[in-house]
């Protein structure tokens, strides 16, 4: 049986993992949960699952109910629970930064990552990419488009491949006027039309910012040049992401849009296995459809095509200032149309000062770098006004 640590096991991911591993008896061994605090979800997935180790901020509760379980705290919990755990395959569901030690830990020991977490790719893609393959390590994406395409890349030649799609749903405001998004509230932002997710996903869903940290990731993922992933809308979202090679053909990935698919994917790999989950049924899909993208409602892609450009620890800053800029719209700080901007100010900051001393010019080759960056743009970014 395979052994598996799931970080971030109460959040939209963690859960849909757990249901899956509940699809596959026998298959797999929960040998370690983290979240980031104690809960009643934690809780129950303590009991069910009988994990022999958990990692967590607040210990009390979990020793109290548990007192046979390991349990680690504090701010490097994550990183330990993979070195003590020791699992075969890491799935990585937290967001931001917070997982990024425990990343770089488990690609050192050679293990597999089932990554959802795009924020340790986009801010620290090259220490990522380099520990893994220096190490020996695997990285299995679990977003959707990036397993689609994934997939589609299994069996082929990297020469062969003359760009990549991702597919966008795009999200809340995909029929709202760009003069209306000025107004546009938390609560309108959060409605997804097709995707359950956190809140944070769900409004970079809405500013399309989701779709420009992919580009970087798949850039990071599959070894292409930013330049040549392409997004477009699709309503549908049932083709996940397509890969065009140099003859002209395309490969696509269609699914229903269901977590769980990539997820089983992931932790099954390099097999495929029935887990009994929603089947696509081609005949009566009817039209699908595909839009191009419109600059003018979604500059974000832009934007994090000019931090991928610049590269270094620009796409930290992006990152880092995307994440406040969300969390003060949600907070009623700042206008929904502000988001971008804010962003856009913040990586526009940070260039004249890389330009003006070579202290800011680092590259992002260690977590120290990227950590310097992140926290110079979250500082920059609170203190902008729209």
């Known amino acids: 049986m395979k052994r598996v640590a799931i970080l971030g096991s109460t959040g939209s991911v963690g859960t849909q993992t757990l249901d899956v591993l509940e699809r596959l008896p026998g ?4 040998v370690a949960l983290a979240a980031g605090r104690w809960s009643p979800c934690l809780a129950s997935q303590v009991e069910r699952w009988r994990p022999a180790t958990v990692g967590i901020a607040d210990p009390a509760p979990v020793r109290e109910h548990f007192p046979d379980t390991h349990v680690l705290t504090g701010k490097d919990a994550l990183r330990r629970t993979v070195e003590v755990a020791e699992p075969d395959v890491i799935v990585v569901a937290t967001p931001g930064l ?4 425990a990343c770089l830990e ?3 020991a050679g293990r597999v990552l089932a990554m959802a977490n795009k924020e340790a790719l986009v801010a620290a893609g090259a220490l990522v990419m380099r520990i893994a393959r220096d190490c020996g390590g695997t990285i299995v994406p679990v977003d959707s488009e990036h397993s689609g395409i994934w997939q589609c890349l299994q069996g082929e030649e990297p020469r062969a491949v003359a760009g990549l799609t991702l597919t966008s749903s795009g999200g809340a405001f995909r029929d709202t006027p760009v003069h209306a998004l000025a107004t546009a509230t938390p609560e309108e932002a959060l409605r997804h039309p097709t995707w359950s997710m956190g809140p944070k996903i769900t409004i970079d869903s809405a500013t399309l910012m989701n779709k420009g940290l992919e580009i970087i990731e798949a850039s990071w993922l599959f070894d292409i040049p930013p330049a040549q992933v392409a997004v477009v809308l699709h ?3 049932i083709i996940h992401a397509l890969v065009e090679f140099i003859d002209g053909t395309f490969k696509a990935q269609l699914a229903v849009p269901d977590m769980r698919l990539p997820i089983a994917n992931a932790l099954t790999y390099p097999e495929r296995v029935f887990a009994d989950l929603p089947r696509l049924d081609i005949a009566r899909l009817g039209m699908l459809s595909f839009e191009p993208v419109d600059d003018r409602k979604y500059p974000s892609i832009e934007v994090a095509r000019r931090a991928a450009e610049a590269g270094g620890t ?8 995307n994440e406040v800029a969300v969390e003060r719209f949600l907070a009623g700080d700042v206008r929904f149309t502000d988001i971008v901007p804010l962003v856009a100010t913040t990586l526009d900051r940070y260039a004249e000062r890389s330009r003006s001393t070579d202290e800011w010019a680092s590259a992002a080759d260690s977590i120290e770098a990227v950590l310097t960056a992140d926290a110079w743009a979250r500082a920059t970014c609170r203190e902008l006004q729209p």
């Open 27 to 30: 298959a797999f061994v929960v």
């Open 98 to 101: 917070t997982a990024l030690a």
């Open 106 to 108: 488990a690609l050192q």
């Open 235 to 237: 309503r549908q979202s």
């Open 314 to 321: 620009h796409p930290a800053v992006l990152n880092a200032a």
